[in-house]
């Protein structure tokens, strides 16, 4: 039976679950804004569906991540922070293992679920909404037993589940299309959620290496990966940038940029401590900061656009 401080729900890490509906705020806020444009209006059911939809996939990455790191014995093995290293739940409870995983397979139906019911009641969507959603199956079913082993992939998985995959998917389901404008805006979250795992990989690095995987820092070490961790910043804010001086969407949009002092002290202390754990910590802090706040802020200012 589960412990007082680790119930059965663990395993979905649910405060890490912040992380999709700030990402979605951002979609459908972009969404409701094209449709003013043209006269229209939300539908906030389908709108509450396709966050459910991407929290159940979420649920089931953590989940499945969850399962498969306690078999495989890396939970023995990893310097657990507040941000990284996974609940603690199974180790501290390995009865809950068969709830993981059955949780971890049941999110991920009803998310694939969520998607056949707009296909089928929206039959045009399926072109654009289909590859999406294999797209996301995929991410979802080998990000850990495969994409850990790839470095380059394993840093950009997270940012295109985060990023396109969700923003687009949801403007696909609220507007009826993808547009160009839609994926240049989901540059923010892609970055930005490529960040907070790189970042949050760090303490990882020696339990990682122990079970054969192959993340960015094992590959070019703590200090080797603060420059990707620099540049990614920069790309996800100054693709806002972009997109404000070219008219993409309106100015209001810039409120995400508010983000950035906070992105520049973390990218800075992850440059000062990258090997000192401990001191790690407030950057690892500050990342997860610019991840939530960032696509908020740039959502409010689409709905004040309105």
Known sequence: MASEHHPWWGPARVPFLLLTPACMALGVAWSAWQLAQQGQSLNALNALLCVLGAL????????????????????????????????????????????????????????????????????????????????????????????????????MAPGLGFGPLMLLGTEVVLTGAMSWQGLALSALPFFLANNLLLLNQFPDVDADRSVGRRTLPLLRGRAGSVPVLGLQYGLAFGAVLLGLAAGWWPAATGLAVLGLPLAVSAWQRAQAHADDLPALQPAMALNVAVNLLSPVLAAVGLMLSL
């Open 56 to 155: 159940a996939a979420h649920v089931a990455v953590n989940a499945l991540n969850e399962h498969h790191d306690f078999r495989s014995g890396l939970d023995q093995r990893t310097q657990r922070t507040p941000f990284s290293g996974g609940s603690g739940v199974l180790p501290a409870n390995p009865a809950l293992a068969p709830v993981a995983l059955a949780m971890g397979w049941g999110a991920l139906l009803f998310t694939v679920l969520t998607g056949l019911y707009f296909v089928v009641s929206r039959p045009a969507l399926l072109w654009d909404l289909a590859p999406l959603g294999l797209l996301g199956v995929a991410v979802v079913v080998s990000y850990t037993p495969w994409l850990t082993r790839h470095p380059w992939l394993c840093l």
